[in-house]
Antibody
Framework: EVQLVQSGAEVKKPGESLKISCKGSGYSFIDYWIGWVRRTPGKGLEWMGIIYPADSDTKYSPSFEGQVTISADKSIATAYLQWNSLKASDTATYYC???????????WGPGTLVTVSS | DIQMTQSPSSVSASVGDRVTITCRASQGISSWLAWYQQKPGKAPKTLIFQASSLQSGVPSRFSGSGSGTEFTLTISSLQPEDFATYFCQQSDSLPYTFGQGTKLEIK
């Protein structure tokens, strides 16, 4: 059974750094792109980017490039989403999602709520 | 970026009704379109991929159609568990953009 297990909710202050994680199991982690999707009440779902764990090839949405870093450690089947300096506007739920290029997302993680507030 | 526009933004319907949601792409995307369902506080769930292919385990009352720039998601007979928000997403070219969502509410 394919599973994506995400790290727990975070509460941070503006300017702080953060790295959240997503561990895949039940499939060959290196054979599928895995990415991140942001969910906010005002903007719905926003696609942030994807990474291919086999070679760390990464594609970002222009809206998020330079704002976050997507990485993966194939030795522990885990993908990451990282911020160097959080803003209040980063408050959202972040989902990791397994992608099949051209076919969209087939599996979703449960989500990680990130709250950024002074 | 390819813009995805869903209509309507919200719809009220009753159990047993047939409901259709439309998604339009700003340029042709062949059949590279997926549909997702999201309930409050839950992760999205994949319903349809490649415009009309049903994801494993999804009830057959859900169906998708279309190609090019216009697509539809149809629920043939609404069940109580279908009241949720539905999103389309194109996977033709990066970034893989979503529609703004359609909220399906109980009448």
């Amino acid at each position: 059974e394919v599973q994506l297990v995400q790290s727990g909710a975070e509460v941070k202050k503006p300017g702080e750094s953060l790295k959240i994680s997503c561990k895949g199991s039940g499939y060959s982690f290196i054979d599928y792109w895995i990415g991140w999707v942001r969910r906010t009440p005002g903007k719905g779902l926003e696609w942030m980017g994807i990474i291919y764990p086999a070679d760390s090839d990464t594609k970002y949405s222009p809206s998020f490039e330079g704002q976050v870093t997507i990485s993966a450690d194939k030795s522990i089947a885990t993908a990451y989403l990282q911020w160097n300096s959080l803003k209040a506007s980063d408050t959202a739920t972040y989902y990791c999602a397994r992608h099949r290029l051209g076919l969209g997302i087939d599996y979703w993680g449960p989500g990680t709520l990130v709250t950024v507030s002074s | 970026d390819i813009q995805m526009t869903q209509s309507p933004s919200s719809v009220s319907a009753s159990v047993g009704d047939r409901v259709t949601i439309t998604c339009r792409a700003s340029q042709g995307i062949s059949s590279w379109l997926a549909w997702y369902q999201q309930k409050p506080g839950k992760a999205p769930k994949t319903l349809i991929f490649q415009a009309s292919s049903l994801q494993s385990g999804v009830p057959s009352r859900f169906s998708g159609s279309g190609s090019g720039t216009e697509f539809t998601l149809t629920i043939s007979s609404l069940q109580p568990e279908d009241f949720a928000t539905y999103f389309c997403q194109q996977s033709d070219s990066l970034p893989y953009t979503f529609g703004q969502g359609t909220k399906l509410e109980i009448k």
